[in-house]
């Protein structure tokens, strides 16, 4: 199958996958009344639909949905620029550490009981400053080049020390009141993330931060080659991969700000594209976006809608994560020829 018709199928899916997403919840939402609001908001057209159902579209769903579509691609793009700059199929996108600073940054926000902006503020500010210094060591040690394995290792170091901080911010945080919060936030959840500020600040982040990457897809295909040959085809490796390390930390920090910890959603599904549209990063990094959005959006309806309390949808995200993982591990070749 030709990749573009790939691409356009997956845009298909995403679409009916974000109507289907309306119409599931506690509160059940007939095709017809979600029609219905859907042209009323886009064309101003009348609509039969009961003011419940469109509280519930305009207010609760379509917000969280939308969410739920600039969540996933970030998080899908973020990995799969990062496993072609790191030339590594096991990198995920807070292998640098962002995940964990971001969720220092939220839990003092927490226990100073800052608003949600102020939380959203700390956990962002928190998780760049963190990659930023493990940037900072990479180039330090490599004598100002990118060092990208020294960058991995100041990553695991750094992702270590943040998550020792959070344990002990978690110890003496309030136990019936600030500690269950923390909790709560690095499961990551949509629970919280459909206010239309917060959405505004995610397209903001994701235009920011996906657009560099898409401009540079193709550079991206010459440094999963290596330094040298990408230096010796024209490239800046250095300055090429400091982009590409800036916008994917920024869509990275922006998800984990705003929605906490989403873990194995940047892991697997590049490699979900990367076995349906092959290797080639300017159809790969669209393919992993769209990828990432339906799974994300599934995954939090899912969420919302299989019990009266809702599930954090990171817990989702592992179940469904590790298993595909380890079915792609034992798919893999390259692994299977060196067990």
């Not at 939308?66 to 691609?73: D, I, P, Q, S, Y």
């Not at 640098?96 to 100073?112: K, N, R, T």
């Not at 019936?176 to 909790?183: N, Q, Y």
Request: charge should be positive; charged fraction near 10%.
């Amino acid at each position: 199958m030709k990749k573009p018709i790939v691409i356009a199928i997956l845009s298909a899916l995403l679409a009916l996958s974000a109507f289907s997403s309306l119409l599931i919840g506690r509160y059940d939402i007939t095709p017809s009344e979600a029609f219905g609001v859907i042209s009323h908001n886009i064309f101003g057209a009348e609509t039969t639909a009961s003011a419940e159902a469109i509280s519930v579209i305009n207010i609760v769903r379509a917000p969280r949905i939308f969410m739920c579509l600039l969540v996933g691609a970030a998080l899908s793009a973020s990995g799969a620029a990062y496993q072609g700059l790191f030339r590594n199929p096991l990198v995920s996108p807070d292998i640098l550490g962002v995940s964990s600073g971001a969720a220092v940054g939220a839990s003092i926000a927490i226990i100073l009981s800052l608003n949600a902006f102020g939380a959203l503020s700390f956990a962002f500010i928190f998780g760049l400053g963190t990659v930023f210094l493990v940037s900072s060591i990479s180039l330090a040690f490599g004598g100002g080049r990118l060092n990208t394995y020294a960058m991995i290792l100041a990553g695991v170091v750094f992702g270590s020390l943040c998550n020792a901080v959070v344990s002990l911010l978690k110890y003496l945080s309030d136990a019936e009141t600030k500690l269950p919060e923390i909790t709560f936030w690095l499961m990551g959840t949509m629970s919280r993330s459909g206010a239309i500020e917060n959405a505004a600040i995610m397209l903001f982040a994701f235009a920011i931060g996906f657009t560099p990457l898409y401009l540079l897809r193709w550079r991206i295909n010459l440094l999963s080659f290596g330094e040298e040959e990408a230096r010796s085809l024209g490239v800046n490796a250095r300055s090429t991969g400091l982009i590409i390390i800036f916008s994917a930390t920024l869509l990275c920090a922006a998800s984990v700000s705003i929605c906490g910890v989403i873990g194995w959603i940047g892991l697997i599904v590049p490699h979900i594209a990367r076995g349906i549209v092959g290797a080639d990063y300017r159809v790969l990094l669209p393919a992993s976006a769209l990828l990432g959005s339906i799974l994300v959006l599934w995954t939090d309806t899912i969420a919302r809608s299989l019990s009266a309390s809702e599930i954090p949808l990171g817990i989702l995200t592992a179940f469904v994560g590790a298993p595909i993982f380890i079915y792609l591990l034992y798919k893999n070749s390259i692994v299977k020829s060196r067990l």
